[in-house]
């Protein structure tokens, strides 16, 4: 992987309705080189569309990769990571920070008929969760578009020691937490 790799990192931060995406295209030699934002709809089923739409707000033909901070960035709302990888044209590596049984038991709890229906059809279409150490952390993550060994690579590469959190998702939360921060004043 060459120091100019360019990663797009997506994270959200929650807001009572809404949640800010912020998506950082960040280099692997850990270079800021992009921001934009965006929204979705906390509990909502819109946050594939809004990633796209930062794919698109992007508009860069020198990504590499996407990544994303889980499958689930407001509340339920579920990525669908194979229609992100079409829109994308190259490999999605959602990353996760917790060990985890999965989301179905908990979305039967929160959600019932088509509402359930449709985050099911989602979620069951997402690759297995792959564990990945990285330094002394260990991360989750589900790849598309990519192999198990580069999605492992694209995390540990990006992820400064002792970080724990890949340097694109790192920087697109705080950028996402000051976005909400910026607009809940408003």
Do not use: I
Request: hydrophobic share 40%; net charge negative.
């Amino acid at each position: 992987m060459k120091p100019g790799t360019r990663t797009l990192g997506v994270a959200a931060s929650d807001g009572p309705e809404t949640a800010t995406l912020a998506g950082a295209v960040v280099r692997v030699d850990r270079v800021v080189d992009g921001l934009a934002y965006g929204r979705c709809t906390v509990g909502g089923t819109d946050a594939t569309a809004a990633v796209t739409d930062l794919l698109r707000n992007h508009d860069r033909e020198d990504l590499q990769y996407l990544l994303t901070t889980g499958v689930a960035p407001a509340w339920f709302n579920l990525l669908d990571l194979d229609a992100l990888a079409d829109e994308f044209g190259g490999p999605v590596v959602a990353v996760s920070f917790e060990a985890s049984d999965g989301l179905e038991s908990t979305l039967r709890e929160q959600f019932d008929g088509a509402a359930l229906a449709r985050r099911l059809a989602v979620y069951e279409g997402l690759p297995p969760r792959e564990r990945v150490a990285v330094g002394d952390d260990t991360v989750w993550v589900r790849a598309v578009g990519c192999d198990a060994a580069t999605a492992r690579e694209l995390v540990v590469r990006t992820t400064p020691e002792g970080s724990g959190r890949p340097e694109p998702l790192r920087v697109a939360r705080l950028a996402a937490r000051a976005g909400r921060q910026y607009r809940d004043r408003g």
